[in-house]
């Protein structure tokens, strides 16, 4: 089991910049992917981005595409996602999740260990 612990959220206005950590902790997981999923109130759980550990390949959703950037850290076992330019549609609980594969997937369930989420909301 991974253990992922989110922190950096808050509140924003459009236009500025956020950053979002996750430490990882728990079984070894080099040939990982760590990704990033949001998900706003009353919608379904959406792919933001994710990155593969060993190789630190990423792969961005169309919506966030240029404005948000996954970074890992391998000393401290900590996966950044640096938003910038955000818009009020990116309001949401952002969640970082582990997959014990190494290809980068968009669904929720084939991500096996979620950290609790970390509130972003930007105003308008």
């Known amino acids: 089991q991974v253990l992922l612990v989110e922190s950096g959220g808050g509140l924003v206005q459009a236009g500025g910049s956020l950053r979002l950590s996750c430490a990882a902790s728990?079984?070894?997981?080099?040939?990982?992917?760590l990704g990033w999923f949001r998900q706003a109130p009353g919608k379904e759980r959406e792919f933001v981005g994710a990155i593969n550990w060993s190789s630190g390949w990423t792969y961005y959703a169309d919506s966030v595409k240029g404005r948000f950037t996954i970074s890992r850290d391998n000393a401290k076992n900590t996966v950044n996602l640096q938003m910038n330019s955000l818009k009020p549609e990116d309001t949401a609980v952002y969640y970082c999740?582990?997959?014990?594969?190494?290809?980068?997937?968009?669904?929720?369930?084939?991500?096996?260990?979620w950290g609790q989420g970390t509130q972003v909301t930007v105003s308008s």
């Open positions: 728990g079984r070894t997981f080099s040939s990982n992917v």
């Open positions: 999740a582990a997959r014990n594969e190494a290809i980068i997937t968009k669904r929720p369930a084939d991500y096996t260990d």
